[in-house]
């Protein structure tokens, strides 16, 4: 004959041990499971499980930044001497798990486009700058644009990106 404990009598801290303790089992059969893959195969991993729970990639960590100002209305020529930025983002880039976004910006007025568009002058202004960082592999380059009231400028991101 069984002796059964009433329902009520059943410790609830039992139920949530044993789901504590499941939970930890799979965390470190993951952990196992991942521990010895390629780095292309962890990355698929990652975006597997990114994409499951509806997550998007990690922005990256801006690490340091710089800026040219002073660019004239409507026009994508370099303000001042840009030798002193080439040299800035080389040196930054010297760690190869980082890399460098060149952000054009026009302020969107009628006399700060390029052809009619304000974000054409945009990137014809973070063109120009990435032509002057020689030395640089263009793969750890990205250019953008954008149209912001009363800016003129290009600014230059350093970011790491594991």
Do not use: C
């Not at 039992?14 to 893959?37: E, N, P, R, Y």
């Not at 690490?63 to 800035?88: C, H, K, Q, Y």
């Not at 990435?130 to 793969?139: E, K, V």
């Amino acid at each position: 004959m069984r002796l059964a404990l009433p329902r009520s009598a059943r410790p609830l801290w039992l139920i949530t041990l044993a789901d504590l303790s499941l939970l930890l089992v799979g965390f470190f059969v993951f952990l196992q499971a991942t521990a010895h893959k390629s780095q292309p195969e962890q990355a698929a991993i990652q975006a597997g499980i990114r994409q499951a729970f509806g997550g998007e990639a990690a922005p990256r960590l801006a690490v340091e930044a710089n800026a040219i100002t002073g660019f004239a209305a409507g026009s994508a020529a370099l303000p001042r001497d840009a030798a002193a930025i080439a040299a800035w983002a080389k040196d930054a880039l010297s760690d190869p798990r980082t890399k460098l976004v060149v952000t054009g910006y026009a302020d969107g007025s009628p006399s700060d486009r390029a052809s009619g568009s304000a974000l054409a002058l945009a990137g014809l202004r973070a063109e120009a700058v990435a032509a002057t960082l020689t030395g640089i592999a263009p793969d750890r380059i990205r250019l953008s644009a954008a149209s912001v009231p009363g800016a003129r400028r290009v600014t230059l991101t350093i970011s790491y990106d594991p």
